[in-house]
């Protein structure tokens, strides 16, 4: 069977407003079905890397919290620390670029949390029933222990994935730093030699005798290290990195088991505005120009159904002149493909077949408008 995914174009009329037409939306969707009655709520969205500028404003995530409290919920807006050395490494870098970008109490009425803690460790160990590459998938904390999961996503291309979508924004944004590790890296981390100092933190929080400081320099012992990217998380330097060595294929299988983890025995609802679709993700500290007009927003119980309506309605528009995606164009032979065009070494639809079989959501999909 198919399932619902609906949609609102950008265009209000005098009297109206984006966010009027976003709140609609959201209720012709049917989030008022579920029960959000003194319920702790995760709404997990990106909060931008501090510079980029194509990440969703805070006034969506406003609407939304405001219309779960409503209905008696207890919203917290939420997203984990990255594995990448960047300004959100730490969960306090982290709350000074959301607030910088909009995401503060002040703006939004309620709480930001990340959800992974301090350092990305504070992670809880959810099964992943039929999961072919990960058993025990590694969720934020704060996420793991939500009563319900709403998505927010900022739908654009991203050089691994293809796109991030709902399915990126959910299972690789909900993955502590091990679960990053996980699902980035097939194997151990590596380690920068300019940017170690030997301090040993790396081996004083290593459980697996894995790391080891030899003149001065930390050294992985591939025979002992598991993967695990605790080092990562603790490194002072950020000298401690993965490979990104997982084939993309394989990648995103990984963020379909673990976007089956996070929603597991929750209720959940799904949103993804397809709109300033830059080329690359929002982890970025620099955004290029979008690779298509703006097109909507669309909302679903069904991540995966979602995922292939946005990704079906980026591919049928033009391209933006001027854009990387019209650079690419003559020059690939998927016309039709915009995220393939401008990142020809992804397989995005790895993941939506992937998830489909794991009973996430379908593919097939009946689209209603919503005015």
Same mark, same amino acid.
């Given at each position: 069977?198919?399932?619902?995914?609906?949609?609102?174009?950008?265009?209000?009329?005098?009297?109206?407003?984006?966010?009027?037409?976003?709140?609609?939306?959201?209720?012709?969707?049917?989030?008022?079905?579920?029960?959000?009655?003194?319920?702790?709520?995760?709404?997990?969205?990106?909060?931008?890397?501090?510079?980029?500028?194509?990440?969703?404003?805070?006034?969506?995530?406003?609407?939304?919290?405001?219309?779960?409290?409503?209905?008696?919920?207890?919203?917290?807006?939420?997203?984990?620390?990255?594995?990448?050395?960047?300004?959100?490494?730490?969960?306090?870098?982290?709350?000074?670029?959301?607030?910088?970008?909009?995401?503060?109490?002040?703006?939004?009425?309620?709480?930001?949390?990340?959800? =992974? #803690?301090?350092?990305?460790? &504070?992670?809880? %160990?959810?099964?992943? !029933?039929?999961?072919?590459?990960?058993? /025990?998938?590694? *969720?934020?904390?704060?996420?793991?222990?939500?009563?319900?999961?709403?998505?927010?996503?900022?739908?654009?291309?991203?050089?691994?994935?293809?796109?991030?979508?709902?399915?990126?924004?959910?299972?690789?944004?909900?993955?502590?730093?091990?679960?990053?590790?996980?699902?980035?890296?097939?194997?151990?981390?590596?380690?920068?030699?300019?940017?170690?100092?030997?301090?040993?933190?790396?081996?004083?929080?290593?459980?697996? =005798? #894995?790391?080891?400081?030899? &003149?001065?320099? %930390?050294?992985?012992? !591939?025979?002992?290290?598991?993967?695990? /990217?605790?080092? *990562?998380?603790?490194?002072?330097?950020?000298?401690?990195?993965?490979?990104?060595?997982?084939?993309?294929?394989?990648?995103?299988?990984?963020?379909?088991?673990?976007?089956?983890?996070?929603?597991?025995?929750?209720?959940?609802?799904?949103?993804?505005?397809?709109?300033?679709?830059?080329?690359?993700?929002?982890?970025?500290?620099?955004?290029?120009?979008?690779?298509?007009?703006?097109?909507?927003?669309?909302?679903?119980? =069904?991540?995966?159904?979602?995922?292939?309506?946005?990704?079906?309605?980026?591919?049928?528009?033009?391209?933006?002149? /001027?854009?990387?995606?019209?650079?690419?164009?003559?020059?690939?032979?998927?016309?039709?493909?915009?995220?393939?065009?401008?990142?020809?070494?992804?397989?995005?639809?790895?993941?939506?077949?992937?998830?489909?079989?794991?009973?996430?959501?379908?593919?097939?999909?009946?689209?209603?408008?919503?005015?």
């Amino acid at each position: 069977m198919s399932s619902e995914v609906y949609f609102s174009d950008m265009h209000v009329g005098m009297g109206d407003s984006i966010l009027e037409k976003f709140r609609r939306l959201l209720i012709k969707a049917g989030i008022d079905r579920i029960d959000f009655q003194d319920k702790f709520v995760a709404v997990k969205l990106h909060f931008g890397e501090v510079g980029n500028m194509a990440f969703l404003r805070h006034q969506y995530a406003k609407v939304l919290c405001d219309y779960i409290k409503e209905r008696g919920g207890r919203p917290f807006l939420t997203d984990c620390n990255t594995l990448y050395v960047g300004y959100r490494n730490n969960a306090l870098n982290h709350l000074d670029a959301a607030y910088m970008n909009g995401y503060n109490p002040l703006s939004t009425g309620v709480h930001t949390i990340i959800a =992974d #803690g301090l350092r990305g460790t &504070d992670e809880r %160990a959810i099964p992943v !029933e039929g999961g072919e590459y990960v058993r /025990g998938a590694k *969720i934020g904390a704060a996420i793991a222990e939500a009563d319900i999961i709403i998505s927010l996503t900022h739908f654009k291309g991203h050089v691994n994935a293809g796109f991030g979508g709902a399915l990126k924004n959910i299972g690789m944004g909900c993955g502590s730093k091990q679960g990053k590790m996980e699902m980035h890296s097939s194997g151990t981390p590596r380690v920068s030699r300019r940017r170690c100092i030997g301090c040993g933190m790396c081996v004083k929080n290593c459980a697996n =005798d #894995g790391v080891h400081v030899i &003149d001065q320099k %930390a050294v992985i012992d !591939e025979e002992h290290c598991v993967g695990c /990217g605790y080092c *990562i998380a603790y490194c002072p330097k950020g000298a401690i990195m993965t490979k990104w060595d997982e084939a993309k294929p394989v990648m995103n299988k990984k963020i379909a088991e673990y976007t089956k983890a996070v929603l597991a025995g929750k209720p959940s609802f799904h949103i993804s505005m397809l709109m300033d679709v830059s080329p690359d993700c929002d982890c970025d500290s620099c955004n290029d120009v979008p690779v298509i007009p703006d097109v909507g927003m669309f909302a679903s119980f =069904d991540p995966v159904a979602l995922d292939q309506a946005c990704v079906d309605a980026a591919n049928s528009q033009p391209v933006v002149p /001027g854009s990387v995606a019209d650079a690419a164009e003559e020059h690939h032979e998927h016309h039709h493909d915009v995220f393939r065009m401008i990142h020809p070494d992804t397989d995005w639809e790895a993941g939506l077949i992937h998830g489909e079989k794991l009973g996430i959501g379908t593919r097939e999909y009946k689209l209603i408008t919503v005015e």
